[in-house]
């Protein structure tokens, strides 16, 4: 059962697109309009959309509490206590992986509810406060691990880290071992694969903690399906951080950004931006078709629907 958890405000109905190049035309629908589904939040995150039970489901950090939202019901709790849940994906049998700050640990939600742990530690030290996470066709899990949720005990528990630094890790899908993939970012933050999973992108968002530190994706070759290499920069992101992206089916970037969403072709070109009045965190693709854009955004949760649909994880290997 859903429970009300505060109204939807009123979006701008003025146009949210500032096209850049003309490629851009493409790829939204001119008359369509950001809708604001949820507010009330104190920072939302980690959107993911529900094909089985057609809702999306999202974090508000701070009220350390996970939300949902569908069309029929409107918005409700989905789990509160969430131990300071962040940032959330599908595995390929429809359950959600999750980052815990509070335990600083990646999770699965079984079927039956049940709370699975998959990492906690690095060579015997606690991981930071993993922030967000992505699933591979062969069932692999990525993730990054900066200290935002130790920082303060605003969005987690404050601690020290354990580690002394913030990786990216790989979860092997068959033996659950743990592996160190990206060891050179300030505060690896968003990441996600390109369509045919032969990329992997992900965003340091080190500006948080430094003026002149990084706020950039970076590009890796995924080679033998389980390293990266390459990490030239693929973006910068100006204003502000891509905290989270995800790619269309034609393999555009659609990230966060200080002033919005900003649309990057896989060339690298900004194509254009959808204009937000509250700063961007996270995106994904949802919707019965797929091509709906449901955008975390400070205290709320917004919608667009978009020309172009989500990117769709290729089939399992085997
Ligand atoms: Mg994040």
Not at 47 to 74: C, F, H, K, M, Y
Not at 172 to 185: C, H, N, R, T, Y
Not at 219 to 245: K, M, N
Request: aromatic share 8%; net charge negative; hydrophobic share 35%.
């Amino acid at each position: 059962m859903t429970v009300p958890v505060a109204p939807a405000i009123a979006a701008p109905a003025v146009s949210p697109y500032l096209h850049i190049d003309a490629r851009f035309r493409r790829l939204v629908i001119g008359t369509a309009r950001l809708d604001c589904l949820h507010t009330g939040s104190r920072w939302t995150e980690g959107p993911v959309w529900l094909p089985a039970t057609q809702e999306l489901v999202w974090s508000d950090i701070p009220n350390n509490r996970l939300l949902r939202w569908s069309e029929g019901a409107g918005a409700g709790v989905f789990r509160q206590p969430s131990d300071f849940n962040n940032g959330n994906t599908l595995d390929r049998e429809g359950r959600i992986v999750g980052c815990l700050h509070g335990a600083r640990a990646v999770v699965r939600t079984e079927h039956d509810g049940s709370i699975t742990t998959l990492a906690s530690h690095w060579q015997g030290k606690r991981l930071n406060s993993p922030n967000d996470v992505v699933v591979k066709s062969d069932g692999s899990i990525w993730f990054t691990d900066p200290d935002y949720g130790i920082n303060s005990d605003y969005e987690g528990y404050r601690a020290d880290t354990e580690i002394g630094a913030c990786n990216v890790y790989r979860i092997d899908g068959a033996s659950g071992e743990l592996a160190l993939v990206v060891g050179d970012m300030e505060r690896p933050n968003g990441l996600a694969f390109s369509p045919d999973e032969s990329k992997l992108y992900i965003a340091d968002t080190g500006q948080t903690h430094r003026e002149d530190g990084p706020h950039h994706i970076r590009e890796f070759d995924v080679t033998d399906g389980q390293r990266l290499t390459g990490g030239r920069v693929f973006a910068t992101i100006d204003p502000g951080l891509a905290d989270g992206f995800r790619l269309d089916e034609r393999g555009n970037i659609w990230t966060s950004a200080g002033d919005g969403v900003h649309c990057y072709a896989p060339d690298g070109a900004l194509l254009g931006k959808i204009l937000m009045p509250e700063v961007v965190s996270n995106v994904t693709f949802g919707g019965p078709r797929g091509n709906r854009l449901f955008i975390t955004a400070t205290t709320s949760l917004y919608a667009v629907y978009l020309a172009v649909n989500g990117a769709r994880r290729p089939a399992s290997p085997g």
